[in-house]
């Protein structure tokens, strides 16, 4: 089984690679490693998997994407089965400043991966969505069949973008595409923009910690291992069309194309606060707290259902928070080669 996965190099993807290539499979990574984030991060994750005994079934493209003579040219030659797409221009805050980059790289970059696979018979398409997509939704936990029309960012809009694109390559070409809807995912290798990479930094090294919102968020924490375990059980199980979908009452969820959106998430929203003790008590530190007033673009809570998915492929979620924090913290010490003692 050859899988392409696009964002090979980034914090989902490597760990993605890294259980394909455990399983047997042969993995065509691409990525075009920018520089939103330093680059050396991902060039270590890189080197992870190459470090690897079964190395020789990994083959790295450094490419971007939004490419189309790149991307065309690629799905000729690597003939794969199944597509992982996990490239994207992420950061919700960011958005709200560079629009065209998400514009390049979401909605250009996913367009070249749909006919990528159109045009080379690619069994599956799994592709990652976000659970931003539920914008100013109130009603929690957020469900896949409630509507998800009132994104707040760019960046949310062009991940439902991606779903109802999806949509019309599974109606009008019978491709089986599957979205799925990540919920704030953490872990050893993440990315240095999210909160928990943030504030641990700010613990170790004494400086404050804006905290947004008076610590009024709430967020749906899901441990990188879980999300893999999840994703790579929804990839071999293609998606197929609904006999219960009714087009007078159409279900946000399904469709009778070869088309599914699921959640994947802890279904245990963790507030910010929380998640600051947390980080106190495992690096024996006070952090300096910096309340600040709520950003543009942020979602009061994210909050999973996640029935669907586990009717369907007998995924739960099972790190705690504490732990998974835990993990984080003990791999940042060491990636950063920071005495335990701090």
């Not at 696009?6 to 914090?11: C, P, Q, S």
């Not at 109130?138 to 009132?150: D, L, R, S, V, Y």
């Not at 019978?174 to 050893?188: A, D, E, M, N, S």
């Not at 441990?223 to 609904?242: F, H, K, M, N």
Request: net charge negative; with cysteine; glycine share 8%.
């Amino acid at each position: 089984m050859r899988v392409l996965v696009t964002g090979a190099a980034g914090f989902i993807g490597s760990f993605t690679t890294h259980r394909l290539l455990d399983q047997g499979k042969t993995v065509i990574g691409i990525d075009n490693l920018d520089d939103y984030y330093d680059p050396a991060l991902k060039h270590a994750r890189l080197d992870l998997i190459r470090a690897r005994e079964d190395a020789n079934r990994f083959q790295f493209i450094h490419a971007d994407i939004a490419d189309r003579k790149t991307m065309t040219r690629l799905f000729q030659q690597a003939q794969v089965d199944q597509v992982v797409h996990l490239a994207a221009q992420a950061g919700l805050r960011h958005s709200i400043h560079h629009p065209h980059t998400y514009a390049a790289s979401n909605i250009t970059g996913f367009l070249n991966v749909l006919e990528g696979c159109r045009h080379n018979g690619v069994g599956h398409l799994l592709y990652a969505s976000s659970s931003s997509v539920y914008g100013n939704d109130a009603t929690t936990p957020f469900c896949e069949h409630h509507g998800a029309n009132h994104p707040m960012s760019f960046y949310a809009a062009t991940k439902r973008a991606n779903e109802l694109m999806a949509h019309s390559y599974a109606s009008l070409y019978g491709l089986p595409c599957t979205g799925l809807r990540f919920f704030t995912v953490y872990g050893p290798w993440g990315r240095p923009d999210m909160a928990l990479f943030m504030f641990t930094r700010a613990i170790i090294e004494g400086t404050k910690i804006d905290v947004f919102n008076h610590g009024q968020h709430q967020r749906d924490l899901t441990y990188i291992d879980d999300i893999v375990t999840g994703l790579t059980r929804v990839l071999d199980q293609p998606a197929e069309g609904s006999i219960n979908f009714d087009p007078a009452r159409p279900d946000p969820a399904i469709s009778s194309a070869p088309w599914r959106i699921y959640n994947i998430g802890n279904e245990k929203p963790i507030g910010l606060m929380r998640l600051i003790e947390i980080l106190e008590v495992k690096l024996d530190r006070k952090a300096d707290i910096n309340m600040m007033p709520r950003q543009l673009g942020d979602a009061l809570t994210t909050w999973s259902d996640t029935s669907d998915i586990k009717t369907d492929f007998d995924y739960q979620a099972t790190t705690s928070v504490e732990e998974g924090i835990g993990k984080f913290v003990d791999w940042y010490i060491k990636y950063h080669s920071l005495t335990p003692a701090l």
